[in-house]
């Protein structure tokens, strides 16, 4: 999924006008996509000349982050050790469904592309 990187956005807006389903607008100087509009196209990524236009695969550090936090955040709520092992347990087994579900997904577009 695309996404801007604010500080180098100048905003131009060239990937405004060249988004074909207008997933794009501008806010304080910078552009925004709605990702519930945008058809992942790479288009925006193609033609901005600031390298605004970012690939998801730069979030991956921002996200596990953004998990540990989380999970820190909840862990909070227990108290002792068991309990604290066992709501880690229960959070390494939601985030493994997770990434089971990433795999299952990704093992089917596969399978799309082969033409199966
Ligand atoms: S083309 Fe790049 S620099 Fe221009 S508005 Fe879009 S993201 Fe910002
Ligand atoms: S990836 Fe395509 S659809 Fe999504 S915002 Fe960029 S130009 Fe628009």
Redesign the pocket.
């Known amino acids: 999924m695309p996404w ?1 990187k604010q500080e ?9 006008d060249e988004c074909r389903v207008h997933a ?1 607008s ?1 806010g304080n100087g ?2 925004h996509i709605d990702m519930e509009l945008c058809i992942r196209c790479g288009t ?1 990524h193609d ?4 390298d ?2 970012r690939h998801d695969s730069e979030l991956i550090p921002i996200e596990v982050e953004s998990n540990i936090d989380y999970t820190r955040k909840l862990l909070k709520n227990f108290q002792g050790e068991d309990e604290r092992r066992q709501f880690l347990g229960r959070m390494i087994k939601h985030f493994n469904k997770e990434k089971i579900v990433a795999e299952k997904s990704i093992e089917k577009i596969q399978a799309m592309i082969a033409g199966e």
């Open positions: 801007i180098n956005c100048t905003g131009c807006g060239i990937c405004i794009i501008m910078f552009a925006c033609v901005c000349p600031q605004a236009v």
